[in-house]
């Protein structure tokens, strides 16, 4: 069966702090990896998307990284600021798109 | 301009009602989708649409049928609505082709309240 689990539910950092949040999926025979922020009551805004050949992306302070074989990707935020607070979610495809229940982020000021 | 778009942003109904929620993009995509959030903010894929043909359909009730008219367009259509169906629906669209399995971008989402 292919799951996606998001650990931590929940983090509450310093503004400033650097930090990862993981997401695990059980399948190695993944096509790519999206991650996502979702602020309340919004849409969901994409972050990055590695394709399955990729071990890394960077988009300004943010960086994700795939390792298929352990069946994990990490998001990685530099200097987080009090906007990055929201709801990180990744997804994975497999033969379809399955979602993680996400990290809820809370950047202290 | 608004990439993908979706009607209404909320919808308050009561049971038994048949109801009807618009989702557009303008990217170009060939391929959309519907998802659900349900209450604990799970989201799970209920319908694909590639170049107007169904090619996922997940194990939801037949009181919900999408409806593609063209490639730019995929409306959802729930029948005899339920409690259970109050969630936030998403729509999103992505590229696929030959081009390879590319990022999917969605919609400000519709919630729908059931009473």
């Known amino acids: 069966k292919q799951e996606v689990t998001q650990i931590p539910a929940a983090l509450s950092v310093p503004e400033g702090e650097n930090l990862v949040l993981n997401c695990s999926f059980t399948d190695s025979a993944i096509y790519n990896l999206q991650w996502f922020r979702q602020d309340p009551g919004k849409g969901l805004t994409s972050l990055l998307l590695?394709?399955?050949?990729?071990r890394e992306q960077t988009s300004g302070r943010l960086n994700a990284s795939l390792d298929k074989s352990s069946g994990r990707s990490t998001l990685y935020i530099a200097a987080s600021q009090p906007g990055d607070s929201a709801t990180y979610l990744c997804a994975v495809r497999f033969n379809k798109f399955y979602f993680g229940s996400g990290t809820k982020l809370n950047v202290k000021p | 301009d608004t990439a993908v778009s979706q009607t209404p942003k909320y919808l308050v109904t009561q049971m038994g009602n048949d109801k009807s929620i618009k989702c557009e993009q303008n990217?170009?995509?060939?391929?959309m989708y519907w998802y659900k959030q349900d209450s604990k903010k799970f989201l799970k894929i209920m319908f694909s649409y590639n170049n107007k043909e169904l090619i996922i359909n997940e194990t939801v009730p037949n009181r919900f049928s999408p409806k593609s008219p063209d490639k730019a367009h995929l409306n959802l259509h729930i029948n005899s609505l339920e409690l259970g169906d109050s969630a936030v629906y998403f729509c999103a669209s992505s590229q696929e082709g030959t081009s390879g399995y590319n990022e999917q971008f969605f919609g400000p989402g519709t919630r729908l309240t059931v009473l």
């Open positions: 990217l170009g995509h060939d391929t």
């Open positions: 590695i394709q399955s050949s990729q």
